[in-house]
């Protein structure tokens, strides 16, 4: 070691509010977030698995495109009426379809009516949902998975002491990894959104798909739709990011919010099911619990924001209502901030 | 640096600085549900000082020092850093800025490199731009040897160097106060010297120093004062060559066996008759490569070395003859031993009865 009194009199001044070392903290904590070997693996999951869907789809207009239509055009005959022996009517079972070999020309017309199926959900704006789709549910998977790590890694590896021993507020860690949580929500599904739209724009035109003008007030709602995924993946990331605060662990932080995806998943349908056997007031209440889950009312946001002028979602039969779902959705994330909060404000750190 | 360097002897009271207190803990109490893990200390740590915070394990050490970092709540008490009161969320956060510590294991982010992982503390620090962040990031890392392994993450570290590249973060922000726990711990001999050397280097710049170590010759080869803990209570304080000075004693050795235990019968019952300069006597065993006396115990006695004629003439008046009779200036390791109770198989209690047979492994 070289000596200790050079390097300190060149020592710069130490500079910075608690605002700017808040970002700055952001920034660190999203820099850590994209060095770790598991975000390349989780972004390349991502990744993959939707260039994967494409190409599954590619196939599958390639299949439906070379394959015969082998369906016939059939007609019911006129019910005929025998005599029995009996010396009355009866009529023999169902009358005999008679069926006969499409024209070319309405082969040609089933075929593009199945490749249309096939092809419109790469073709723009269509495209957009499957990608919104498919964030909502691998995105959301992955994201949680990596909040997990990077909120339970501070515990696990012991850095959460290098933080706190040299002054940096709890609060301030807190409002950085939530911030940096935002951040990653926004930025996933952006870019799954625009990817589904670079599919759109590219693979349906080459598919025979035509890019139709947008309608007006379409931007608004591809943003809106982009807020709410965005918004669904962040409040499974603060699940996330409260149970590994809570468990000081990686592990609790990725299985407990997992689990509850799950759970919801499962247990909803349930729920409805039993409160239908049920009259009455009890049955109302088991059939209304799963209204207060976290899935049903990030669905109905994601569906609701991108239900016009587009029209890639619909809520139609859907009676959970806007500021129900917003209730709900902000209830869980800002109990769970919070909860984090106390729980990093006043728990001793002895990891 | 070489390994071989003599540390540079630590001033006291290092010239040009003031002495005033930089730490000062009152009352300060940490329970972990039922168990007292720190009661009711008392600490005061001035500038300049290099202050070792002994005990053994489980005696408050790391809490302490969790405490004054801002890490673990204490149950009561205060804590009073660079005068402003640690209780205060805003008054912690200024004074922790002027502290480098490790305490227990070097934390950092295993898949990041070294340097990396020291720009993201400059940079939280608050350095004002990435140049400076640069350049200072490369000084201090060159300053613990570790310039040459910047490309590696710190998963691929030895301990040593995850120590040093804990001292590392610990220099970054030029400390008005470094708090050490272990810094040692991993070290090969050759970086345990250069620590050490480190040390009172920084000690000698005016930066003070607390460090927890079980390592007592080494606290008492760098500290200039220290705190001795025991289940967490204080049991002493204060400047090293003081302690060192009531440590002091007079070996004594015997050509016959025999009169070992008459000698200590003879001691003791001095003590009890009020030669209150006798603190304590006990059998200890020789130093390895000294003299071994027949049986292989030795006589200490707790006193100052001025005593040394007398406690002759004690002996010479009961008959007794030494075959050796030497000062015997007191060490941290013995004041420790004799502070806590505890033993290192190197002494047994004296008294009038025969001596203790030796301990295995002990010396014949």
């Not at chain 1, 055009?73 to 069926?99: F, L």
């Not at chain 2, 031993?337 to 492994?361: D, V």
């Amino acid at each position: 070691m070289t000596q200790a009194t050079a390097s300190t009199a060149t020592a710069p001044a130490i500079q910075g509010n608690a605002f700017t070392q808040t970002v700055r903290l952001t920034g660190w904590v999203l820099f850590s977030a994209r060095r770790r070997i598991m975000s390349k693996v989780l972004g390349g999951v991502l990744l993959g698995l939707f260039v994967v869907i494409v190409a599954l789809v590619v196939v599958a207009y390639a299949v439906t495109a070379n394959s015969p239509v082998n369906e016939q055009n059939c007609t019911s005959a006129p019910v005929t009426a025998t005599e029995s022996s009996g010396g009355g009517t009866t009529v023999n079972g169902p009358p005999p379809e008679q069926c006969q070999p499409l024209t070319p020309a309405e082969q040609q017309q089933v075929r593009q009516q199945r490749l249309e199926s096939v092809r419109e959900p790469v073709t723009f704006p269509n495209s957009l949902a499957l990608a919104g789709g498919y964030t909502t549910f691998i995105g959301l998977i992955l994201l949680t998975i990596l909040a997990g790590a990077v909120v339970g890694g501070e515990y696990g590896t012991g850095t959460i002491r290098l933080w706190f021993s040299r002054g940096v507020g709890r609060g301030q860690l807190v409002a950085a990894q939530v911030i940096a949580l935002v951040l990653l929500a926004l930025l996933i599904s952006a870019v799954m959104l625009a990817l589904g739209a670079l599919v759109g724009v590219t693979i349906g035109p080459l598919l025979g798909g035509t890019l139709a003008a947008l309608p007006a007030g379409s931007i608004g709602e591809i943003l809106l739709y982009w807020l709410a995924i965005a918004l669904t993946l962040f409040a499974y990331a603060v699940i996330a990011f409260f149970m590994a605060t809570l468990g000081r662990s990686t592990a609790a932080g990725i299985a407990v919010p997992l689990g509850f995806f799950l759970f919801e998943v499962i247990v909803g349908p349930i729920l409805v099911a039993i409160g239908m056997l049920f009259q009455g007031t009890t049955g109302e209440i088991v059939r209304h619990i799963p209204d207060w889950f976290l899935s049903p009312n990030t669905s109905y946001l994601v569906s609701r924001a991108s239900e016009s002028p587009i029209a890639l979602n619909s809520v139609e039969g859907n009676t959970l209502g806007l500021p129900h779902a917003l209730f709900v959705v902000a209830l869980y994330c800002v109990a769970l901030i919070v909860l984090g909060l106390v729980l990093t404000q006043r728990r001793d750190v002895t990891d | 640096m070489s390994a071989t360097e003599e540390t540079p002897p630590i001033p006291e009271t290092p010239p040009g600085a003031a002495r005033e207190v930089v730490l000062r803990t009152e009352g300060l109490t940490k329970r972990y549900g039922v168990r007292t893990a720190v009661n009711n200390l008392a600490l005061e740590v001035r500038r300049g000082d290099v202050f070792g915070l002994l005990g053994p394990n489980g005696s408050g050490k790391t809490t302490t020092l969790r405490m004054l970092l801002g890490l673990v709540w204490p149950l009561a008490g205060s804590i009073s850093l660079f005068g402003e009161n640690m209780a205060s969320t805003a008054s912690r956060r200024a004074a922790l800025k002027r502290i480098g510590a490790i305490v227990e294991q070097p934390s950092f982010y295993p898949f990041l490199t070294g340097p990396e992982n020291l720009h993201g503390i400059a940079t939280f620090a608050g350095m004002p731009d990435n140049a400076t962040t640069r350049a200072r990031v490369s000084a201090v890392l060159e300053q613990v040897g570790l310039a040459e392994r910047d490309k590696d993450s710190y998963r691929k570290y030895s301990l040593g160097m995850k120590q040093r590249l804990g001292i590392a973060a610990a220099l970054l922000n030029s400390p008005d106060m470094m708090i050490l726990d272990e810094p040692t711990n991993g070290l090969d001999p050759a970086g345990m010297v250069e620590v050490r050397a480190l040390i009172g280097q920084l000690a000698t710049s005016g930066v003070t120093v607390m460090l927890a170590s079980h390592l007592l010759h080494e606290v008492q080869q760098v500290c200039t004062r220290v705190a001795i803990l025991k289940e967490g209570n204080l049991l002493a304080q204060g400047a090293v060559s003081d302690l060192l000075a009531t440590s002091s004693g007079v070996v004594i050795g015997f050509a016959d066996a025999e009169q070992l235990p008459r000698a200590a019968g003879a001691l003791l019952q001095a003590r009890d008759a009020g030669a209150v300069w006798l603190r304590d006597v006990r059998y200890v065993l020789p130093e390895p490569g000294a003299w071994t006396p027949p049986g292989g115990w030795l006589l200490r006695v707790d006193a100052s070395g001025d005593h040394s004629g007398e406690i002759n003439a004690l002996l010479a008046g009961q008959g007794i003859y030494a075959a050796e009779l030497r000062r015997s200036e007191g060490n941290l390791e013995q004041y420790f031993l004799a502070l806590t109770g505890a033993t290192n198989g190197m002494t047994a209690p004296a008294s009038a009865a025969a001596a203790p047979a030796m301990p295995q492994g002990g010396q014949a």
